[in-house]
């Protein structure tokens, strides 16, 4: 039985395409879509070194640091062509290093910001750096698949606060420190986000019940035009199965005062993201609109979100300060004016 056994120099032949990465995987990391790493492949001879059954692509840690030589060329302007004769090269010739491994954001962050075209993302999750190569390629399938696996792999709040968000104000500030460029790059990112965030929202049918609390209204100030927010707190109530009604950006101060009289609302919130669109007499108005008959008037509770309230002296309305934190405070509001079944 000694000599059926496998060689030694058997054994390892099986090891690069067990330990390698799928293609999605890779996509995935790098913020690229799955079609356009077999494009790739094709075109310009950036392939995998190993194929599991002849067929199906597995990538080895010499495979990835060469796509991922060949994504920071294309990000930064290089023909895709060119990069990849560059990218090969890395590998056949003198070899680049590859990046470290996750867990070590401060360094990847300061190795990227260096190259042309990258986003100073600074110390952030890795799929962070895959939606912003994605964004700066304006690789929109791409974006849509990354934007989608992270809401169902990470769920809503995870995905806006640590994905969305800080990718989001990379790009702001790249767009501020380089003339006006990349604001093609801030809109379809932007576009992308809202769109995921919409797709989120659209299973919840939930609504006020008929003789129950009021849903909660959501609204932009007056010229307040920034509702990606808004959005995300829109799509995190629906997951909660809360009744709202979204009215979205610059709602006009009669416009918002007629709907909260009409709707009932359990809550109010406003958004401003800037001290210059944050309407201090808009929020007191909006708190002390009453409905319903003599000795039985509700009032709406009024939530402020956004920077733009910051330092405003507005007491008795709440002011949380993320997601998560807006979701449990609407969330227990909703609680404590809900009929107990029952009751």
């Not at 300061?110 to 994605?134: F, I, K, T, W, Y």
């Not at 969305?164 to 932007?190: C, F, I």
């Not at 709707?263 to 929020?283: C, F, I, M, N």
Request: glycine share 12%.
């Amino acid at each position: 039985m000694g000599e059926d056994r496998p060689t030694e120099s058997s054994a390892p032949a099986a090891r690069p395409a067990e330990a390698g990465v799928t293609t999605g995987a890779l996509a995935r990391r790098l913020g690229v879509s799955p079609t356009t790493l077999r494009s790739w492949d094709r075109r310009y001879g950036v392939g995998p070194a190993v194929r599991s059954d002849g067929r199906h692509r597995r990538w080895t840690p010499q495979d990835v640091a060469m796509l991922e030589e060949m994504c920071r060329l294309t990000s930064a302007g290089v023909p895709p062509a060119e990069a990849a004769r560059t990218a090969r090269k890395g590998v056949d010739g003198t070899p680049f290093v590859p990046d470290p491994p996750v867990g070590t954001g401060r360094v990847l962050g300061r190795q990227r910001s260096q190259a042309p075209g990258a986003l100073p993302l600074g110390d952030v999750r890795q799929e962070c750096r895959g939606l912003a190569r994605a964004a700066v390629r304006l690789d929109a399938p791409a974006m849509d698949d990354q934007l989608a696996s992270l809401v169902e792999r990470h769920g809503l709040v995870v995905a806006w606060d640590e994905v969305m968000v800080p990718t989001l104000h990379a790009v702001g500030r790249k767009w501020e420190s380089s003339g006006d460029r990349y604001v093609e790059v801030e809109h379809l990112l932007s576009w992308h986000i809202s769109r995921t965030l919409h797709r989120a929202t659209m299973p919840a049918r939930s609504d006020a019940p008929v003789g129950g609390p009021g849903p909660v209204v959501l609204a932009c100030v007056p010229g307040e035009q920034h509702s990606l927010p808004l959005q995300a707190l829109h799509a995190g109530l629906a997951e909660l199965g809360l009744p709202t009604r979204m009215f979205g950006a610059a709602v006009p101060t009669e416009a918002l005062t007629a709907a909260v009289r009409r709707l009932g609302p359990t809550a109010v919130v406003l958004w401003a993201q800037t001290r210059s669109t944050a309407d201090v007499p808009l929020a007191r108005h909006v708190a002390g609109t009453h409905w319903g008959v003599k000795g039985a008037r509700n009032h709406p509770a009024v939530v402020l979100g956004g920077p733009g309230w910051a330092g405003r002296p507005l007491r008795g309305m709440l002011r949380p300060p993320g997601l998560r934190d807006a979701l449990g405070c609407l969330g227990s509001l909703y609680d404590e004016v809900a009929p107990v079944p029952g009751g």
